[in-house]
């Protein structure tokens, strides 16, 4: 069985008003901006969304999203996997001003004459989960750290700091 495609644009109010949700996929080429952060671009993103109509009137999307990205280490330049698996909600708004009237609990989703663009929305999602440095874990990596093997500890040895207090001292 084939996955559902995300829809690139949709009318986030219509889909609201009638409690619709979206479960489908993405394909990473299609994302521009993320396929430049990722060696392999033939990876998808499963995506779940729920609209809706809040007691207050606003409309919101709920979204989760999974994905297992394929990044370059940026210690040893080899590939490794990152997975993403995120949990969003989105007040979708028209105007920047209702969007600063939001509650806290929402972050804002503009839609623009009355369409919301998906693919720009869980790409931007995806890129805010990405590390800012990728890198492999240290016991993973193949480079080893200078001071990973060299004995020293934060805490032991002698403190750097002993010279000052003998200065000090002298002075005194």
């Excluded at 805010?128 to 990728?134: A, C, K, R, Y």
């Amino acid at each position: 069985m084939s996955e559902k495609i995300i829809p690139e644009h949709i009318d986030p109010f219509r889909y609201a008003e009638q409690s619709l949700g979206l479960d489908g996929t993405l394909k990473i080429a299609d994302m521009q901006r993320l396929s430049a952060n990722v060696l392999r671009n033939d990876d998808t993103v499963k995506v779940h969304l729920q609209f809706g109509v809040d007691e207050q009137r606003i409309t919101y999307l709920t979204g989760h999203l999974e994905t297992t990205l394929t990044l370059q280490c940026q210690r040893c330049m080899e590939p490794f996997i990152y997975e993403i698996m995120s949990d969003f909600v989105l007040g979708i708004v028209n105007t920047l001003d209702e969007a600063n009237a939001l509650p806290e609990r929402y972050e804002p989703a503009l839609a623009s004459e009355g369409n919301l663009a998906l693919r720009e929305l869980i790409e931007d999602e995806i890129i805010l989960n990405l590390p800012i440095i990728p890198r492999h874990e240290p016991e993973d990596c193949k480079v080893k750290l200078p001071l990973a093997d060299s004995g020293w500890e934060q805490g032991k040895g002698e403190n750097p700091f002993h010279v000052l207090k003998s200065l000090k001292h002298k002075r005194g």
